[in-house]
């Protein structure tokens, strides 16, 4: 298949300029005194190491409620952004949101491109699972409460996750999750980039060009030729059920919201067939006129529509909040 051909110059400028506003977007709204934690019953406890070396792309959050009894259930969020951008801080709305709502969140970092490409980013997120599951009652939460969360590129991760929870790999890293006692009770795939490579499929759907340009750097700058079973797994992991057989063990009821006019619309869609031709537990929830991650936008109409759902879906698999 042919690979993508950007300018590298070009690519890693409008890179720079995008992760600055982002950053500078993020900061910007958590001096809001509505974005303070307590003013919502939480507590956050910043840059816990999950994996030995200290760097901080191997820190995250506990977003927990000050009040609580009991252990709470669990949601690991990983951010999106290309496997390029953003980090748990630009992300601190999602792991304010779940918290907010009687959620234990960790909110993770990850390796990004181009510095770091495929496989640090899949196999970072399995070392964070891995020490969510034996440290996580440490810090109020259940274990075996374990939500599984992400968008776009974070759900690719999130959804390599379940797989490997859910059926067992040739060999290598991914072993360890369907090793792992602890096994996820659900999983939110908002928005996903599930398949990083053939990213020209979306010129053959008719994509507009500046997204394409965007969505081809990703796959230029992250993700090399793989030829390992298990690694073109972790990299596209929405090819690899949609030609799975039933799963060894029961894969995570799953929750997939996206926007009607999200450029990478389809791989939801790709998504919700391939759960349905197995016979998985999911629902698909299309928002008409929104665009890539609108739920991010928590103070819109559509997006607080979107988290009642998310909220509901988690309830109706035993997994509700703690009341507060």
Partial sequence: MNRPNVDPIRGALIGKLITGFIHGASALARLHPAARAS????????NISYRPGGQSDHLLDVYRPIKREGLLPIVLYIHGGGFRLGSKNTHWMMGLHYARRGYCVFNINYRLAPQYRFPAAPHDAIDAYLWVAENAARY???P??????GESAGANLALGLSIASSYRLDSGRAESIYRCAVRPRALIAGCGFLQVS?????RRQGLARWALDRVNYIEQSYAPL??????QTLLDPLNFLEDAKQPERDFPPTLVPVGGRD????DSRRLNAALERLAIAHRFLRYEGEGH???AFVWREQAKRCWRDIFNFLEQQGLAGEPR
């Fill in 39 to 46: 003013r919502h019953g939480v507590e956050v406890l910043e």
């Fill in 140 to 142: 109020g939460g259940d």
């Fill in 144 to 149: 075996q409460r374990l939500i599984l969360a």
């Fill in 198 to 202: 053939d990213t020209n499929r979306y």
């Fill in 226 to 231: 793989v030829s390992d079973a298990e690694d």
């Fill in 263 to 266: 450029p990478v619309f389809d």
């Fill in 293 to 295: 991650a609108f739920f």
